[in-house]
């Protein structure tokens, strides 16, 4: 996956949101996990270009910021899903790290032998790994419930096979 073919969309998530965070870098969106201690901070992350989100009642109001009122991490993705206007043609799946929000890499199934288990070695292909930690993701039954549950809540049609974003 190319640098070219990210999504535009770059959130700054407060780090009280960490569950959202993963999420928001399952669609394949760069989000950072930073400390929104105040304005300062909030005013250079938007002139770097992110979009933050927040919990903070202070922040509660704010054009720039997209408050997040739920404290249920899926009802926080709905929010800023539908607050930010994410659209399907957006969504990367699977392409980011969601431990250190790297993009990761496309790699040969040869060379994860001995990193992942033998059932998965034998019968999964599509391997990806990050460049940052060294994590190696696999498709898998772990990914088709991630699935379910995102098309449950997005209304999305998310099956396997269509992650590039070409659909
Ligand atoms: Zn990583």
Redesign the pocket.
Known sequence: MSESDEPEKRFAADVMLGRLTKWLRVLGFDARSVLLANLAVIESLISGGFIPVTRREKFRGLDSVIFIGSDDHFEQLAEVISLVGVGREEVRLFSR?I??N?GLDQISGQTVFGAVPDYVFETASDFRK?P????VYWPGSHRRKMIGQLESLTGWRLREGEEGGTK
């Not at 940052?132 to 994590?135: A, D, K, L, Q, V």
Request: proline content about 0%; charged content about 20%.
């Open positions: 790290c431990l250190c790297a990050c940052r930690c060294g994590r």
